[in-house]
């Protein structure tokens, strides 16, 4: 089962995928429509962006742990 924090970092990363996807279409786009979607893109991208960071902290924190379990034997 999925935690909160992983649905969010998902639901947002792929709010950021379709906007960069509509964004980069070759399509033409809406001038009245940029300024709300590249806010939106750069609110998913903090929510990613600090999601992700906390995962390396937990995987250093966990690694560094690991890593002095095995000194100590």
């Known amino acids: 089962m999925a ?3 992983a649905e969010s970092f998902k639901a947002n990363y792929d709010k950021l995928a379709a906007i960069a996807a509509e964004l980069s279409g070759g399509q033409e786009i809406d001038i009245d429509a940029l300024v709300p979607k590249v806010d939106e893109g750069l609110a998913a991208y903090k ?6 960071a906390q995962v390396q902290a937990m995987l250093q924190e966990r690694l560094k742990d690991e890593t002095s379990g095995e000194k100590e034997q």
Do not use: H, N, Y
Not at 47 to 52: A, K
């Open 3 to 5: 935690t909160k924090a």
């Open 47 to 52: 929510v990613c962006s600090e999601r992700i």
